[in-house]
């Protein structure tokens, strides 16, 4: 088809019919709904009031009705049970695909809004496209996989959501661990808020898991989010949400916060002291009124979420600086459980080290490995600021380092400093133990510093073999060092051992 432009400018498009749009719509119009009604199984069409106005023969049969003419003036609800023509005028939107129950049977049908002139809905028609869903059984294949694929994922989230760690995971049976348990069981009564204190490594996590397992919540999400490891700009919208445009960016695209990901369930908010000011106004807003306004939206959402916060700084120092609301923290602050370093657990840092020792074997498929008394005393003796994750990294590094299937001072000393000092500060006969003392020098230029610790170090290693009846595995552990350890420095410093 070609087609000009009319002389008097307003673009009216003329065809082989000869006239201009008007009369290609009043003559393709008609042309099209004779296509859809021969080509569908069945047509409908009614009034503004959702009474038949018409119906052709095929659909009336398929209905049960001997003559079309009786369905006229009927509510097409009266033929058709589960017809949603009427949704179609109220709302003046399309159905483009639907399917339809019809007894037995399943239809797939198309509705479309009539319109007048104006604009205004007048009716409605409806086309029954297929009759039998053979057609689109490549289209329903495919549906079907999508469906199967998302409701997998949707159970891969849920599971991810779940806890991992329950109040037996929070091992030690130290008067300040059973208070911890304690204050546990009782919060997991409530939905008040919770805030955990205590260094980093100190179990945090691991007690608002057993909380949310304990509580009513249980089998509904727990999400954990560290408040720190958020750059700031994303903040609003990682918690709250956006709605679609909300902002620029290569995903433009609406985003579920983790307020309405933890609906009906418990949110963690790990380093709550790290969070901005003009956020904690809004996450303050969220406790109080159970609501939450996406980025981008004026339309407020209820959510139902139980907040657990945890710190490992002083947040009322923090109040004081002008870092922190004292509001949000008298109301996280509702029910606040501390939880020991280890350094404060004395006798309990035996059970949790045996426990972790257990959690790497499993973890590993290394051999299961204890302790021996000199090995928990030295480890006793160690401040760990790092707390448990310093004293897994510790003890997964000795495991990984001997055969013994006891840890002793010496499996110990190679991954954790303190221990090497203590070994070393144990031989003090060592220093002055009678060795052949080497002919004097002549006076000559200060060495570099290698050169000068590698001959302090050759020098402490001959004492140690000296003392040792030349064995390198008694010297070796005289100095508090590893066998292999010392076998790398003898052959560096180039000396020779008995054994």
Sequence with gaps: MTGVFNSDGKGGFVGPFGGGLDVLRGRAMPSLFEALD???????????????????????????????????????????????????????????????????????????????????????????????????????????????????????????????????????????????????????????????????GTGK????????????????????????????????????????????????????????????????????????????????????????????????????????????????????????????????NVLPIRLPSLSELGNGLEAIAESVLQEIAARTGLPGRGLTPEAVEALSRHPWPGNVRELRNVLERACLLTDNRRLTVEDLAEALPTVRRAASAALPALAAAPVSAPPPEPASPLPDYDTAFDGFERDLLRRALALSGGKAEVAARRLGVSRAAFYKKMARLGLRAKG
């Design 38 to 200: 021969k080509q569908s199984e069945g047509t409908v069409a009614v009034d503004r009031n959702a009474r038949v106005i018409w119906i052709n023969a095929k659909y009336a049969k398929m209905l049960g009705i001997a003559d079309p003419t009786l369905a006229i003036g009927r509510e097409v609800e009266e033929i058709i049970p589960n017809s949603q023509m009427r949704q179609v005028i109220t709302s003046g939107q399309p159905i483009l695909l639907d399917l339809m129950l019809f007894g037995a049977q399943r239809l797939v049908v198309s509705r479309f809004p009539l319109t007048d002139d104006s604009g205004a809905v007048i009716g409605a028609v409806g086309f029954v496209l297929y009759d039998s869903l053979h057609r689109l059984k490549p289209l329903l294949a495919e549906l079907s996989r999508l469906e199967a694929e998302l409701a997998a994922t949707k159970r891969r989230l849920d599971e991810r959501r779940q806890p991992r760690y329950t109040l037996q995971s929070y091992v030690g049976d130290s008067p300040a661990c059973l208070e911890v348990k304690r204050k546990a069981r009782l919060a997991a009564r409530t939905d008040a808020p919770i805030l955990l204190m205590g260094e980093t």
């Design 205 to 332: 996590e691991l007690i608002a898991q057993a909380i949310h397992g304990l509580s009513a919540r249980t089998g509904r999400p727990f999400v954990g989010v560290n408040v720190a490891a958020i750059p700031d700009t994303l903040l609003e919208a990682e918690f709250f949400g956006a709605v679609a445009g909300a902002y620029t960016g290569v995903d433009r695209r609406g985003r579920e916060g983790r307020f309405k990901t933890a609906d009906g369930g418990t949110l963690f908010l790990d380093e709550i002291g790290d969070m901005p000011l003009g956020l904690q106004a809004k996450l303050l807003r969220a406790l109080q009124e159970q609501e939450i306004e996406p980025l981008g939206s004026d339309r407020p959402i209820k959510v139902d979420v139980r907040v657990i916060a945890a710190t490992n700084v002083d947040l009322e120092q923090r109040i004081i600086d002008g870092q922190f609301r004292a509001d949000l923290y008298y109301r996280l």
